[in-house]
């Protein structure tokens, strides 16, 4: 008699991806599209900071806020909700058993990937159903945060462990972004050559995008952590405005946006082609 295991497996293997079942591949990718959605935005409210509108929060709880503005946003973002924790168990799945179509490093390497995806899928489907159900995380600010972990036993230790974290995190994206190795977890060989070269550069734009933003975070929080100052410390908001505070300025940030507009659109992509 089969395991849960080998259960999952056979799933996995007589499916279109590495999803465990149709039902969770469908909203997965239904998933993805909102997370697209979410980074175009990002990308908007980045250029109103550079075009000089200061106020505008320009983070996924700023995107967020837009969406819920808009006429059926409620409900589009409880869809979107539900689709990111789909692809959450998705790739918590292709990190078990998937991504069979490599081995020894590369598959390593593709699993703590997928684990990452899932913890990023997973946290903004909390921050949209907080938001939705007005509990809110607005004193869960990267100011807060770092507070509290300053506060605790060895905290600027670790608040510089967390930083070096998302520093690392950064370089791997700049790997992705850089080797493209984001094209082999799609299924494209259906697609023409130009196609398939949109998607690579736009992938290539986005992630190189996201890890600049990052590593900005991570040095933000090490900065906190070097001085034990939780001011310091800031998360995707605060990053696009010290981009723009550098001696590039808005140019920088425009820079930026457009390149999180890129990675929102290959998560369009990513949602009709991907396989793990």
Not at 55 to 82: C, M, N
Not at 172 to 194: C, N, S
Request: hydrophobic share 55%; proline share 3%.
């Amino acid at each position: 008699m089969s395991g849960p295991g080998e259960r999952l497996r056979t799933l996995v293997h007589e499916g279109r991806s590495d999803a465990p079942g149709r039902f969770v591949d469908v909203l997965g990718r239904i998933g993805l599209v909102g997370y697209g959605v979410v980074h175009l935005l990002v990308a908007w409210l980045a250029l109103q900071i550079a075009f000089g509108v200061p106020d505008v929060p320009a983070d996924a709880e700023g995107a967020v806020g837009t969406i819920a503005r808009t006429p059926g946003g409620s409900l589009a973002l409880w869809v979107a909700a539900v689709g990111l924790i789909a692809f959450a168990v998705w790739q918590v799945t292709a990190a078990a058993v998937g991504f069979r179509w490599v081995d020894g490093n590369e598959r390593v390497r593709k699993r703590v990937g997928a684990v990452a995806k899932a913890i990023a899928m997973s946290s903004l489907a909390v921050l949209i159903v907080d938001y939705l159900l007005d509990v809110g995380s607005s004193g869960t600010t990267a100011q807060t945060l770092a507070a509290g972990v300053l506060a605790l036993p060895a905290g600027r230790l670790l608040l510089g462990l967390g930083a070096g974290t998302i520093l690392v995190i950064a370089g791997a994206m700049i790997y992705t972004g850089v080797r493209r190795t984001f094209m082999g977890d799609l299924e494209v060989r259906h697609l023409g050559p130009l196609a398939r070269r949109v998607i690579e550069l736009v992938g290539a734009a986005g992630h190189l995008a996201r890890a600049l933003a990052l590593g900005v975070v991570g040095v933000l929080a090490g900065s906190a952590a070097l001085f034990a100052d939780p001011a310091r410390a800031g998360g995707l908001d605060a990053a696009l405005r010290t981009l723009s505070a550098t001696a590039l300025g808005s140019s920088l940030l425009v820079v930026v946006a457009v390149g999180f507009a890129a990675f929102g659109l290959f998560c369009l992509a990513d949602a009709a082609t991907r396989r793990a």
